[in-house]
């Protein structure tokens, strides 16, 4: 179970790196497609038609930053899962994951400096970091006033 546990980190962690790997142009057609995708659907339900020029302006930030704020959560969940596999107290296993979470997210943002059209943003990492916090968390809400 260790293992497969410790497979499923690195995946995500590929996919996260996979993610930031694609120069900002793909990137934004990405988000932007799924955006639109919605609206869509939106449209469909509402009967209604939007200008997909307002949409992608007003929502393609708040729509990234809660993807970089979900997939750490996610990073989050599978580390501190990981990390229960081990002989740790729950203060060392949320520490360490919480560790191993922003260095990850430190590294991901310096990588995009060297992606075509991509920045290191200091707000992503206060992001990330946050999403990693609530899924660690989340795996520990029952145990979390027991914290030693």
Same mark, same amino acid.
């Given at each position: 179970?260790?293992?497969?546990? @410790?497979? @499923? ?7 996260? $790196? ?10 934004? /057609? %990405?988000?932007?497609? %799924?955006?639109? /995708? ?20 007003? $929502?393609? /930030? ?17 580390? !501190? %899962? ?11 296993? !949320?520490?360490?994951?919480? %560790? ?10 310096? *990588?995009?400096? $060297? ?11 206060? !992001? ?16 979390? *006033?027991?914290?030693?």
């Amino acid at each position: 179970m260790k293992t497969l546990k @410790i497979a @499923i980190v690195i995946l995500w962690m590929l996919l996260i $790196f996979l993610f930031s790997n694609q120069p900002a142009s793909d990137s934004s /057609k %990405l988000s932007d497609g %799924l955006i639109l /995708k919605t609206v869509r659907i939106i449209e469909k339900i509402t009967n209604k038609n939007y200008n997909d020029k307002e949409i992608l302006n007003k $929502f393609v /930030k708040p729509i990234r930053k809660l993807a970089h704020f979900t997939i750490y959560l996610v990073l989050g969940i599978f580390v !501190i %899962l990981l990390l229960k596999e081990y002989n740790l107290t729950l203060s060392k296993q !949320i520490i360490i994951s919480i %560790l191993i979470c922003i260095l990850y997210a430190i590294s991901d943002e310096i *990588h995009q400096l $060297f992606i075509d059209g991509r920045s290191c943003e200091l707000l992503d990492v206060f !992001i990330d970091l946050s999403g990693s916090f609530i899924g660690i968390n989340l795996m520990n809400i029952n145990k979390i *006033h027991n914290f030693k």
